[in-house]
């Protein structure tokens, strides 16, 4: 027996497809972006806050090729660029999910040209990339302070020396 595809996958957009796609989402557009390598509480609540910053949220996913030139680790992404495309598709706080290959997500900013433009507590607004621009059409820009000490890098190093007493 085989079984459809789930609803969710159709929430993952190629970069080439956005423009078309963004059409049909509802405004005010919120847009973040990052790695999301392992998923964690942080991610899922910050998200979610985002999302109620707006009626739709454009998460844009580094590529594997720019996580690994972020200097996260030789063996980051843990997880690749499609499997993170995936599981955030599946949060229901997200609408949409697309990729950049670029060390910025700048030129996939002003092609969504969101209304909100978010980032976690750990970027000031004055160094998130696109503020200038997302404020100067007259949007809004919002860094929100973490509510879970959670990482990725914390989550992988409790691993590895896990690892080490097994």
Partial sequence: MSYPSP?????????????????????????TNGC???????????????????????????????????????????NSQDNRAAVLAALESVSLVTWFDSDTPAELIELVKPDVLVKGGDW?????VGAAETLARGGQVHSIPFLFDTSTTATLQKIRESEGKA
């Fill in 36 to 78: 999301f390598d392992i998923l964690h509480r942080g991610h899922v609540t910050y998200l979610a806050q985002a999302a109620a910053l707006g009626a739709g949220l454009v998460v844009a996913i580094n590529t594997d090729a720019s996580v690994k030139r972020l200097g996260k680790g030789d063996d980051r992404p843990i």
């Fill in 124 to 128: 000031t607004p004055d160094r998130i």
């Fill in 7 to 31: 609803l969710f996958e159709n929430k993952i957009c190629p970069p080439e497809q956005l423009t078309e796609r963004l059409a049909t989402l509802p405004r005010p557009l919120v847009f």
